[in-house]
Antibody, heavy 121, light 107 residues
């Protein structure tokens, strides 16, 4: 079955750019039935949707983060990526990648296990 | 932006109890509402989509209802393995928004 796996540095310095990759296995990221999203969760807090990308490269971002976020897709590697610039301690969180199934309520039906990113000098 | 107000923020109930969580949208979102369960240290798990449809493999004691602005999530008979935080999530527009979460504990 389809699985998602986040990867990237666990520690990022303030003002630098956070970069994460989500690798999709067991299925094709090029399927037209899904969007591919990034969601984050600070320790002890709720979930915040960061943005999503379609296989075509079309993106939508959370307005609160839009000026700092770039999501891209590499269909040849079956991966999509997140870049968040000018990070501060407020960006410290567990970052999840997730699949959004268009035919099923646009629900996030498959999630990665999450990766903890700490912003600290 | 559509705001989701979820309540209560936490609750304590006994095994076998009926548990109800509500989620209110700041504007009409039709049935564009999903529910997730998150256990400590784990990724969220989809339980209900389109307000009332049970995801495959999810026990039938979980259910959802509502449309427009008011939604309800119910556990008909609370089990020890249901201890978790539950989130609603709307998808009415290009922005996906989660409720603040409801932590469910055993009394």
């Amino acid at each position: 079955q389809v699985q998602l796996q986040e990867s990237g540095p666990g520690l990022v310095k303030p003002s630098q750019t956070l970069s994460l990759t989500c690798t999709v296995s067991g299925g094709s990221i090029s399927s037209g039935s899904y969007y591919w999203s990034w969601i984050r969760q600070p320790a002890g807090k709720g979930l915040e949707w960061i943005g999503r990308i379609y296989t075509s490269g079309s993106t939508n971002y959370n307005p609160s983060l839009k000026s700092r976020v770039t999501i891209s897709v590499d269909t040849s590697k079956n991966q999509f990526s997140l870049k968040l610039s000018s990070v501060t301690a407020a960006d410290t969180a567990v970052y999840y990648c997730a699949r959004e199934w268009l035919a099923m309520g646009h629900a996030f039906d498959i999630w990665g296990q999450g990766t903890m990113v700490t912003v600290s000098s | 932006d559509i705001q989701m107000t979820q309540s209560p923020s936490s609750l304590s109930a006994s095994v076998g109890d009926r548990v109800t969580i509500t989620c209110q949208a700041s504007q009409d979102i039709s049935n564009y509402l999903n529910w997730y369960q998150q256990k400590p240290g784990k990724a969220p798990k989809l339980l209900i989509y389109d307000a009332s449809n049970l995801e495959t493999g999810v026990p039938s004691r979980f259910s959802g209802s509502g449309s427009g602005t008011d939604f309800t999530f119910t556990i008909s008979s609370l089990q020890p393995e249901d201890i978790a935080t539950y989130y609603c999530q709307q998808y009415d527009n290009l922005l996906r928004t989660f409720g603040q979460g409801t932590k469910v504990e055993i009394k």
